[in-house]
């Protein structure tokens, strides 16, 4: 709500067309952009291409001075900063949201493997008792027991 407060207060449309500009310019992380043709900028940035290549480049990696050469509204930056927190936020959420239901599927798996495990012992025990055999000597069964009596 807050960004399209910011974006409906400064009066901004969502894109703006360049038409096709083409500039040079050097962002702040010092990567340049030399005879790029600029397409159009939305609230994060500003698209360019340069064949064979074609990217954008964040308002909030662009010097204000640069942007008011373009004729684009310095309050871009703010727009695109928040606009990088809030995915940035909902990012972090998703993550934490996928860990929270994977460990919770692990958990339910194994509590799962846990009670058929369970199950299958009791089966093997009643079936040894149905047998005749008691389960924890049902390997020895059938065999004697040898004893030398006095010796």
Same mark, same amino acid.
């Not at 010092?30 to 291409?49: H, Q």
């Not at 996928?98 to 079936?127: C, F, I, P």
């Given at each position: 709500?807050?960004?399209?407060?910011?974006?409906?207060?400064?009066?901004?449309?969502?894109?703006?067309?360049?038409?096709?500009?083409?500039?040079?310019?050097?962002? /702040?992380?010092?990567?340049?952009?030399?005879? @790029?043709?600029?397409? &159009?900028?939305?609230?994060?940035?500003?698209?360019?291409? +340069?064949?064979?290549?074609?990217?954008?480049? %964040?308002?909030?990696? #662009?010097?204000? $001075?640069?942007?008011?050469?373009?004729?684009?509204?310095?309050?871009? #930056?703010? #727009?695109?900063?928040?606009?990088? %927190?809030?995915?940035?936020?909902?990012?972090?959420?998703? +993550?934490?949201?996928?860990?929270? *239901?994977?460990?919770?599927? $692990?958990? /339910?798996? +194994? *509590?799962?493997?846990?009670?058929?495990? /369970? %199950?299958?012992? *009791?089966?093997? @025990?009643?079936? !040894? !008792?149905?047998?005749?055999?008691?389960? &924890?000597?049902?390997? %020895? $069964?059938?065999? !004697? +027991? @040898?004893?030398?009596?006095?010796?």
């Amino acid at each position: 709500m807050l960004l399209s407060a910011l974006t409906a207060r400064a009066g901004i449309n969502d894109v703006i067309d360049l038409t096709n500009r083409v500039f040079t310019f050097t962002s /702040l992380d010092g990567t340049n952009y030399t005879n @790029v043709t600029l397409m &159009k900028a939305d609230l994060d940035g500003i698209f360019w291409k +340069r064949e064979p290549a074609i990217g954008r480049v %964040s308002f909030t990696n #662009i010097a204000p $001075a640069t942007l008011e050469a373009l004729d684009i509204p310095t309050n871009r #930056i703010e #727009i695109a900063a928040k606009r990088a %927190s809030d995915r940035a936020l909902a990012d972090e959420r998703f +993550r934490a949201n996928e860990a929270t *239901q994977g460990a919770a599927a $692990a958990s /339910l798996a +194994r *509590q799962h493997w846990e009670t058929n495990e /369970l %199950s299958r012992k *009791q089966a093997a @025990v009643s079936d !040894q !008792q149905k047998a005749g055999t008691p389960a &924890k000597h049902a390997k %020895s $069964a059938g065999r !004697q +027991r @040898v004893t030398h009596g006095g010796l």
